[in-house]
């Protein structure tokens, strides 16, 4: 009986309840045509209650995202396909996508009678506000019968993946970010991406192309002497993200976390679109050994879009990678909360002579709670101290506002 109220719809239950109570009145005041009309209303629910529990038909549900790499804010098409590969025509029924709330609403849409191996496509749009791997499905339909007297859930198994990615913002400077400060020793040591070849002469060696002979060369010491086009070495950049808990404040898109991710993503893809070889450095890059790596815009994006705070504890490994790192040469730019000063200092130290430093302090506080952040302010000096071009960063400023300013600052200048 509990079965059946599940499947009886409403109207369907008012049916049973109506045809019950003229059976009743038809046999207790003796009116036979009374009674068989209530049996009728009694038996069509019924009747449609079977029908519904019985009918089965089998469907294949594929999904595609277009564009299939989307931004935070961004809206993404999804294209669900309905193919029906039982040997009957589906029913009418109604469907409803299950879809993580940070995506939005639930879309819920009516899908008509689909032929035996005929494809239906739906097509919906979601948008997230908050960047991370999001789920798409399973599917719940909800099949009625005609007269609306009985329906059956089901839920149609299988899912795909949404990854958002985090907000990039294009970052602009009138000041190269390891340009030199004169006296402060900042001048940049490394040799640019994009020049002439350095040409270097040597002897000619078994398997070398004629063609790169050189004969001044060879005319000059007697020996076969050819041309040996060095590529120039690639600027190196390394990027920390501080994924510390008690490092930031706040919660979901506002939080300073998100702030700090989605200005290391600006960060690195501007480093890298100026030609430089970028090393981003998070919880989970060094767990799996990529911070050693140069990746592509495309493989760091990945990274951030599911980067997460890490226990304080692991902050050990991130600066002895960052530290590996910046040794081998190369400028710093770290995004990093206010927490403990100790730190902070050994941030500091990851600047080596003759390079660049640049920092990012968020202002913890001032994005939501944040009990043990200390103010940015002390950080921000502290690196100065050391060497460093830093920053305060509360959750109004613009990241590519807070980069100018970070780019156009000389060492030990206030904001």
């Known amino acids: 009986m509990r079965a059946l109220r599940k499947v009886l719809t409403t109207r369907g239950r ?9 059976v009743l009145a038809g046999v207790f005041f003796g009116f ?32 595609h995202s277009s564009p299939e790499r989307v931004a935070v804010g961004q809206e993404a098409h999804v294209a669900l396909s309905f193919e029906n590969v039982s040997p009957g025509t589906t029913p009418l029924f109604l469907a409803e996508e299950r879809l ?25 749009t979601v948008r997230s506000h908050l960047r991370g791997r999001h789920r798409l499905g399973p599917l719940g339909v909800q099949v009625q019968d005609p007269f609306g007297l009985a329906n059956r859930h089901a839920v149609l198994e299988g899912s795909s993946d949404l990854v958002i990615l985090p907000a990039v913002h294009a970052l602009g400077s009138s000041r190269h970010p390891s340009s030199g400060a004169g006296s402060e020793g900042e001048q940049a040591h490394l040799i640019a991406l994009h020049g002439e070849d350095d040409v270097t002469i040597r002897e000619y060696r078994d398997g070398d192309d004629l063609r790169r002979i050189h004969w001044p060369a060879t005319a000059r010491t007697g020996d076969l002497m050819v041309r040996q086009e060095d590529r120039p070495a690639q600027r190196r950049a390394v990027v920390v993200l501080d994924p510390r808990p008690t490092a930031h404040g706040g919660s979901g898109a506002g939080s300073s976390f998100e702030w700090a ?23 989970e890059t060094v767990a799996s050994a990529r911070a050693a790596e140069t ?22 490994e991130i600066l002895r990678a960052s530290q590996a790192l910046s040794g081998a040469g190369g400028f710093v730019v770290a995004v990093l909360g206010p927490c403990d000063r100790e730190a902070t200092g050994r941030v500091a130290s990851l600047r080596q002579p003759g390079t660049t430093g640049l920092a990012l302090v968020v202002e913890a506080r001032e994005f939501g709670e944040a009990p043990d952040a200390d103010p940015a302010g002390e950080h921000v000096d502290l690196l100065r101290a050391a060497g460093w071009r830093a920053v305060r960063v509360g959750p109004h400023d613009a990241v590519a506002d807070a980069w100018s300013d970070l780019t156009a600052a000389t060492v030990g200048s206030t904001r």
Not at 39 to 58: D, F, Q, Y
Not at 261 to 281: I, N
């Open 32 to 63: 036979p045509d009374l009674t068989r009309f209530g049996v009728l209303l009694i038996a069509l629910p019924l009747v449609s209650a079977g029908l519904v529990r019985t009918r089965r038909t089998r469907m294949r549900i594929e999904r």
């Open 100 to 124: 993580d709330h940070t995506l939005g609403d639930r879309p819920r849409f009516v899908v008509g009678r689909i032929p035996p191996g005929r494809v239906r496509t739906i097509d919906y």
């Open 261 to 283: 991710v989605s200005a290391v993503a600006s960060v690195a893809v501007h480093l890298f679109t100026a030609g430089y070889a970028v090393h981003l450095v998070t919880a």
């Open 14 to 22: 008012a049916f049973v309840g109506a045809g019950v109570t003229l």
């Open 295 to 316: 990746l592509g815009i495309d493989e760091m994006l990945d990274v951030l879009a599911l980067t997460g705070q890490h226990d304080d504890t692991g902050s050990d």
